[in-house]
C-alpha cells in the first residue's frame, strides 16, 4: 500500500499558535496560578479532600490514571522489542512522548499534593528509604524511569532533528548516536522493568486500605490487575492518538499498523477481563457484584466499557474502520481509567458516612496540568519528527524546506546586493 | 522465517538460560523471604493503655487533659463555646464518643486515640520513615523531618487514626504519641493520669493483658465475648479494650489475627525481597533486546538503502 507508515514526520505546514493551544495555554496557566496559591494556603482550602479521603483527584487521578494512559513506551515497547512486532517500531516515538509526558506531569502533581514536599530530598538517600511501603517503591520507580529511561528514550528524535536542522553538526550527531545505539538495549530494558514494577506497586497501594476497598476490586491480584489495565490502556492511548492527530492534522493513516495495534489491544483487554472474573468467581466474591448496590454498578460498568471495548477492538481489526478503531480506543481508555480509579476513590469508603468531591480549584489544576501537557504535545509533534507518516510525506517536507532555503538564499542575496549597492 | 540448525540451537541455550535464571531467582526469593514473614513481636518494654469501656463517664477530662499536655490548640471550631471536635484532627489526639443503640437501651462510651499496633500500617506505608515504631517501647512516632506529608498513614491506618493538617504551608501529621515526652521524664500519659474512673490506665502491655484478663475471669458475662480487643486482633495492639457492647459497634473494626501490613503486602513483600526478581527480569529482558536488535538494524539498513534516507532508531 502506499500509504504505509515509513517515517516520522513532523506536522509541517500547520501553525502552532492556533486557537485550540491558546485555550491549552490560558488553562494551564490558570492551574499554575492556582498552585501558587494552593502553596500558600495549604490542601484544606483548595481541595475537597478530608481526613478520610486523605488522597483526592491529584494523586488518584493524575498520577495513578493518567500514567496508565501514559504506560504506551512500555507496552508496545515490549511488543516491538521483545515479541519483535517489528511493524510497531514506527509509532513508538508517539508512544514514547506521550508517556514521557504523562509521566512527568503526574510526577510534578505529585509534589503539588504532598504537603511537605522539601523532604523529597530524602529519596537520593536510598538508607532512608522503607521498601515496605508501595508508594515508596512508586516514587522511587517512577522519578527514575521519567527521568532516565524514558528521557533517554526521547534522544534519537532529537537527534534527527538536529540532523536535518543543523547539517554542519551532523558529524558529531552521528559520533553521538553511536553512544545512544550501545547503551540502547540496556535502556530499554530498564524501561521496561521499572514501570512494570512502579504500575503493579500503583496497584499495591490500595492494598493497605484493606477491607474498605470494596469486596470486587480489592483482591492480592489489584498489583497485577493494575499493571495489566496500564498495558491495555497504553495501547488504547496511543491508538486514540494516532488517529485523533491523523484526522485533525489530515494525515494519511495507516490501517494495517493501526489494526494490529487494535489486535494486540483486544487481547489484552480479553485476557485481562478473563483473569478478572476467574479472580473474583475463585476468591467467592463475585456473589458482591449481583447485590442490588452502587458498587455492583459500578463493576458492571467498567465490565460493559471493557467487553465493548474488547469487541470493538476485535471487530474494527476485521472491517478495518478507523472509526470503529477510535471508538474501540476511547471505550478502552473510558474503561481502564475507571478501572483504575474506583479502588482508590468511588470504590473506598474509609468511614461510613465520608464523602469526597473534588474543589473546583482541585479540578482547574488538575485540568490545568493536562493541558500543558498537551500543548507541549503538539509543540513537540509540531517541531519533532514525532508521528508517523508514509514516505511521500517525508519527501514533500524535504522539497518544501528546499524551497524555502532558497527563497531565504534569494532574499538575503538581494539583501546584500542592496547594502552593496 | 526458516530455522536453521544453528538458530534452533542458539534458541535452546537462551530458552534454558532464561529458564534456569528463573528457578534461580525464584528460589531465591522464596529462601529469602522465609525469615522475613514471619509476624511482628511485641516489642520487649513496650507500653500501652487498657481502655475499659463499662468505666468510663464520658467526662472528656482526657481530651482536655491531652490537649494541654500536646500544646494544641483546644478545637472549639463546631461551637465556640466548648471544645468538642466531631471526630480526631490536627488539633485532638484524643477524643471520647458516645455510641448508642438504635432502640435507645444500649449505649457506650468509646476513648479513640492511636492503638500503637504491633505491627503499624502506617509505619509500613510511611516512605521515608516520617512514621516510626520505637524498637523497645513501641511508640509510634512522627518525625517531620521525614514526613513528605503524602497522607499514605491516613489511607492505611485500619483505625483512622492519623490526621493531618490541611491548613497552612507547613503542615503535619498529629496523632497519639503516648506522651512520649511525658514517658522519658517518668510520668505516664496525661489521659491515664486524670482519669477519674480509671476507665484508661497505663501500663506494660504485659501487665495490661493480665489485669484486662483478671477483669474477664471476675465478671464472667459483663465483656463483649470475653474478649481483650487488642491482644490477637490486627496483629495485636499496645492500646487494649475492653467493651460491654460489640467492638464493632465502638468503632473497632474486625480485622482478623493477622497484621494489615503481612496479610495484604505478604506477595509485595515476596516478590520484591533483595530485588532479586526484578534484577532477573531486567537480565532476561536486555538479553532479549540485544538479540532482536541485530534484526531490527538489519531491517534499518535495508531501509536506508531502499529509501535513501538516513534511518531512524
Known amino acids: 500500500m502506499k500509504d504505509n507508515w515509513r517515517r516520522n514526520v513532523p506536522v509541517f505546514n500547520v501553525p502552532i499558535w492556533t486557537r485550540p493551544f491558546q485555550v491549552l495555554c490560558v488553562l494551564g496557566g490558570i492551574g499554575l496560578v492556582l498552585v501558587l496559591y494552593r502553596e500558600i494556603v495549604g490542601l484544606g482550602p483548595v481541595s475537597g479532600m478530608n481526613d478520610a479521603y486523605a488522597w483526592g483527584i491529584w494523586k488518584t487521578f493524575n498520577t495513578m490514571v493518567l500514567t496508565g494512559l501514559g504506560s504506551g513506551a ?46 523529597f530530598y530524602w529519596i537520593a538517600f536510598p538508607w532512608h528509604w522503607n521498601l515496605h511501603s508501595p508508594l515508596l517503591e512508586v516514587a522511587v520507580c517512577m522519578s527514575i524511569y521519567a527521568t532516565i529511561p524514558l528521557f533517554l528514550e526521547n534522544i534519537p528524535t532529537v537527534l534527527d532533528y538536529v540532523y536535518d536542522r543543523w547539517p554542519q553538526q551532523r558529524l558529531s550527531v552521528e559520533k553521538f548516536e553511536k553512544v545512544v545505539v550501545a547503551g540502547y538495549p540496556f535502556v530499554v530494558g530498564l524501561a ?27 483482591t492480592p491480584l489489584l498489583p497485577f490487575l493494575y499493571v495489566w489495565a496500564a ?15 491523523g484526522i485533525i492534522w489530515e494525515r494519511p493513516l495507516d490501517v494495517d499498523i493501526l489494526s494490529q495495534l487494535s489486535r494486540i489491544n483486544a487481547w489484552l483487554i480479553g485476557l485481562w477481563i478473563s483473569a478478572r472474573l476467574i479472580d473474583l468467581t475463585f476468591r467467592g466474591r463475585i456473589v458482591a457484584a449481583f447485590r442490588p448496590d452502587f458498587f455492583a454498578g459500578l463493576f458492571w460498568a467498567e465490565m460493559m466499557i471493557l467487553g465493548w471495548a474488547f469487541w470493538m477492538s476485535r471487530s474494527a481489526s476485521v472491517r478495518r474502520s478507523p472509526r470503529g478503531m477510535f471508538f474501540g480506543a476511547l471505550l478502552t481508555c473510558l474503561g481502564g481509567m475507571l478501572y483504575r480509579f474506583d479502588p482508590t476513590t468511588t470504590a473506598f469508603q474509609p468511614r461510613p458516612g465520608s464523602i469526597y468531591f473534588p474543589s473546583v480549584i482541585e479540578l482547574l489544576i488538575s485540568i490545568g496540568f493536562v493541558s500543558i501537557g498537551a500543548a507541549i504535545f503538539i509543540i513537540l509533534a509540531k517541531v519533532l519528527p514525532v508521528l508517523p507518516a508514509p514516505l511521500s510525506l517525508w519527501y514533500e517536507m524535504e522539497a518544501q ?16 546586493g542592496q547594502f552593496v549597492a | 522465517m526458516e530455522i536453521t540448525r544453528r538458530d534452533l540451537l542458539q534458541r535452546i541455550t537462551t530458552g534454558s538460560a532464561a529458564i534456569a535464571v528463573s528457578g534461580a531467582v525464584s528460589a531465591a526469593t ?91 500500617a502506617c509505619v509500613s506505608a510511611c516512605m521515608f520513615g516520617g512514621l516510626k515504631k520505637d524498637s523497645k517501647s513501641g511508640v509510634v512516632t512522627w518525625n517531620g523531618k521525614y514526613c513528605v506529608g503524602c497522607r499514605y498513614c491516613e489511607v492505611a491506618c485500619p483505625y483512622n487514626i492519623p490526621k493531618f493538617q490541611w491548613e497552612g504551608f ?20 496525661a489521659c491515664t493520669a486524670v482519669c477519674p474512673k480509671k476507665a484508661v490506665v497505663f501500663g506494660t502491655r504485659e501487665e495490661l493483658l493480665k489485669e484486662a484478663k483478671l477483669r474477664i475471669a471476675q465478671n464472667p458475662g459483663k465483656y463483649f465475648e470475653n474478649r481483650v480487643f487488642g491482644e490477637k486482633e490486627g496483629g495485636g495492639t499496645q492500646v487494649l479494650y475492653l467493651s460491654h457492647v460489640s467492638f464493632s459497634a465502638i468503632g473497632l473494626p474486625e480485622l482478623g489475627d ?56
Open chain 1, 192 to 218: 521496561y522493568v521499572l514501570p512494570a514494577m512502579h504500575q503493579s506497586s500503583l496497584g499495591a497501594l490500595m492494598l493497605l486500605g484493606g477491607d474498605r476497598v470494596s469486596p470486587l476490586w480489592q
Open chain 1, 74 to 119: 512500555f507496552a508496545i515497547g515490549i511488543a516491538a522489542w521483545i515479541f519483535r512486532r517489528n511493524q510497531l517500531h514506527i509509532v513508538m516515538r508517539t508512544a514514547i512522548l506521550t508517556s514521557f509526558l504523562s509521566y512527568i506531569f503526574g510526577l510534578t502533581m505529585l509534589g503539588v499534593d504532598v504537603g511537605r514536599p522539601w523532604n
Open chain 2, 170 to 189: 507547613n503542615p503535619r501529621i498529629v496523632k497519639c504519641e503516648l506522651c512520649k515526652d511525658r514517658l522519658a521524664q517518668g510520668e505516664e500519659p
Open chain 1, 231 to 245: 498495558a491495555f490502556l497504553g495501547f488504547g492511548f496511543v491508538i486514540a492518538i494516532l488517529l485523533f492527530c
Open chain 2, 258 to 313: 493477622e497484621s494489615v501490613p503481612r496479610k495484604y503486602l505478604k506477595w509485595q513483600r515476596r516478590l520484591y525481597s533483595y530485588l532479586i526478581l526484578p534484577a532477573g527480569l531486567y537480565a532476561v529482558l536486555v538479553g532479549s533486546i540485544r538479540k532482536n536488535w541485530k534484526h531490527h538494524e538489519e531491517h534499518m539498513r535495508e531501509e536506508e538503502q531502499e529509501t535513501g534516507l538516513r534511518a531512524q532508531l
Open chain 1, 401 to 416: 524546506r528546499e524551497k524555502s532555503s532558497q527563497v531565504a538564499a534569494a532574499a538575503i542575496r538581494s539583501a546584500a
Open chain 2, 30 to 120: 522464596m529462601t529469602g523471604l522465609a525469615h522475613a514473614e514471619e509476624p511482628a513481636k511485641v516489642p520487649p518494654r513496650a507500653v500501652g493503655m487498657l481502655y475499659d469501656a463499662t468505666r468510663c463517664i464520658g467526662c472528656q477530662t482526657c481530651v482536655v487533659a491531652c490537649t494541654k499536655a500536646n500544646d494544641l490548640q483546644p478545637d472549639n471550631r463546631r461551637d465556640p463555646l466548648h471544645q468538642a471536635p466531631g471526630d480526631l484532627n490536627y488539633r485532638t489526639k484524643t477524643l471520647i464518643k458516645l455510641y448508642k443503640a438504635a432502640d435507645g437501651k444500649e449505649f457506650s462510651f468509646v476513648k479513640q486515640q492511636c492503638m500503637h499496633c504491633v505491627d503499624p
